[in-house]
């Protein structure tokens, strides 16, 4: 059964940087891509940052480029995401999702959704 697990959420200030894990299980990360997206309560889940599986080509949502930084260790079927520079607004879940063919903020290209991880940002 093919799952993605997230991990690396918690609560920092602002200012402060995290790391979040996707980790998947039952497929292989070799093609596709792999999207974190994030949802606030009452607002559309939004799409922060994606990396293509085979060239490595990235992509970023204007309010996070400049801080946070996505990257994958295919041999460890893992997408990282780094979060510095934190600020308040930035507090939500984290979900991971993959089973789109190429990079792209439609949240109806992905298949797989991982259960999500807590980011809380205190000022």
């Known amino acids: 059964e093919a799952q993605l697990v997230e991990s690396g959420g918690g609560s920092v200030q602002a200012g402060g940087s995290l790391r979040l894990s996707c980790s998947a299980s039952g497929f292989t990360f070799d093609d596709g891509a792999i999207t974190w997206f994030r949802q606030a309560p009452g607002k559309e889940r939004e799409g922060v940052s994606c990396i293509s599986l085979s060239d490595g080509g990235t992509h970023y949502t204007a309010s996070v480029k400049g801080r946070y930084t996505i990257s994958s260790d295919n041999a460890q079927n893992t997408v990282y995401l780094q979060m510095n520079s934190l600020k308040p607004e930035d507090t939500t879940v984290y979900s991971c999702?993959?089973?789109?063919?190429?990079?792209?903020?439609?949240?109806?290209?992905?298949?797989?959704w991982g259960q999500g991880t807590q980011v809380t940002v205190s000022s």
């Open positions: 999702a993959a089973g789109a063919h190429f990079c792209t903020f439609y949240r109806y290209s992905y298949s797989q």
